[in-house]
C-alpha cells in the first residue's frame, strides 16, 4: 500500500500547472512482459556499471498518451483492450517503442526519443480519452537517465543523447514552461504504475 501512496503523493504534489489538482481514482501496479523487464534490467546494470550511479541514476517520470478504451476504472475493468489507437494498453502490453513514439504529436524539442516529465500536470497535456471513460489516465514510468544533460534550447535533429550521455532534460526557460526527460532507447525506460485520475 505504501508504493501505491507514494505514487499518488508524487502524482499530486507534481501538479504545477495552475489549474485544480485531480482526485486520485485509481493506481494499478503494471507487470511488463519477461522479455522486456530483462531488458530494462540488463540496461540498468549496464548503465550503473559505467556511469557508477545508482540504479543507473533511474527516476519515475510521468507520461501522458492516447487512451481508447476504459482500462482500469474499476476493478472489473482489468483487461488490454486490442486496438492499435489505444497507445496505453499497447505500451503496458509491450513497453515503449520509438519507432512508435511521436506519430500523434510529431517528435519534440529534442529529436527521436520517448519523453517523460517529472510534471504531471505536463505529462497531462498529452493525455487522450477517446474510449468513453469518464476518467483519465497516465502512466508512471521507471526511466533510467544515468548522465543525462540539461538543454535549455530545443534540437530537433536529435536520434540520441549528446556524445557521452545517457538521457537529455529539457530544461524550463527558453523553449518549456515545464521539464522532460528523454531517452532514446527502448530498454531505457518501463512503464511501473497506470494512474486513474478525475478532474
Known sequence: MASFRDVSKQFRSQWKHPTPV?????????????????????????????????????????HGTVRACTVGDSVNQQELCRST??????????????????????????????????????????VDECGGSPFKAMLLSDVVMGRAVKMAIGDEDLT?????YDSVIGEPGNDLNYDEAIVYKNEAIRPLFLVIYKH
Request: glycine share 10%; net charge positive.
Open 85 to 126: 489507437a489505444c497507445s496505453l494498453c499497447c505500451i503496458i502490453r509491450t513497453s515503449f517503442h520509438i519507432a512508435k513514439a511521436g506519430q500523434r504529436t510529431n517528435f519534440g524539442r529534442f529529436g527521436a526519443g520517448i519523453y517523460t516529465s517529472a510534471t504531471s500536470s505536463k505529462a497531462n497535456d498529452y
Open 22 to 62: 485531480p482526485t486520485v481514482v485509481r493506481i494499478w501496479k503494471i507487470y511488463c512482459d519477461k522479455g522486456h523487464t530483462d531488458e530494462f534490467s540488463r540496461y540498468k546494470h549496464a548503465i550503473e556499471r559505467k556511469t557508477g550511479f545508482t540504479g543507473g541514476n533511474s527516476k519515475r517520470r510521468f
Open 160 to 164: 540520441q543523447p549528446p556524445a557521452g
